[in-house]
């Protein structure tokens, strides 16, 4: 009798623990979705900013140096600067091409991809602990 009331206790002890690690466990996956989902949202805001920029400097009649425009530049200054230490500009005979402005912007789609993949697959891990709780009550 006391060994069986022993396993009983060491049972629910067990199952409490699992369901406390469960419950710590989903709270967290929902705080990094919600924190990682604000990050995707700065990205594509920041990507967006970066395509007005480079559009911006497309367009012979508008000067991307005065105000209002002024704004994209000195918002992506540093990102576009730190792409272009890394790829300096190819220079030919008589002309020379910027690739770092394109590499700055693949990277950031690249991110932003990163970001999806990551909020889906903490998607699936909640949706998974979730269902192991229900079993487990």
Not at 23 to 30: E, K, T
Not at 67 to 93: A, D, M, V
């Amino acid at each position: 009798m006391i060994i069986e009331e022993l396993k009983n206790n060491l049972n629910s002890d067990f199952l409490f623990q699992k369901q406390i690690f469960g419950y710590f466990f989903q709270s967290l996956s929902i705080f990094l979705i919600n924190a990682i989902s604000y990050i995707y949202i700065i990205a594509k805001f920041f990507k967006v900013i970066c395509y007005t920029k480079m559009t911006l400097e497309w367009f012979p009649m508008i000067n991307p140096y005065s105000w209002p425009f002024s704004i994209f530049q000195s918002l992506t200054k540093p990102y576009f600067s730190f792409w272009s230490k890394i790829f300096p500009t190819i220079r030919f005979e008589k002309s020379s091409l910027e690739i770092s402005g394109l590499i700055a912007i693949e990277a950031l789609n690249s991110v932003i991809y990163l970001i999806v993949r990551l909020t889906h697959s903490l998607i699936l891990i909640l949706e998974q602990t979730e269902k192991n709780l229900l079993e487990s009550e």
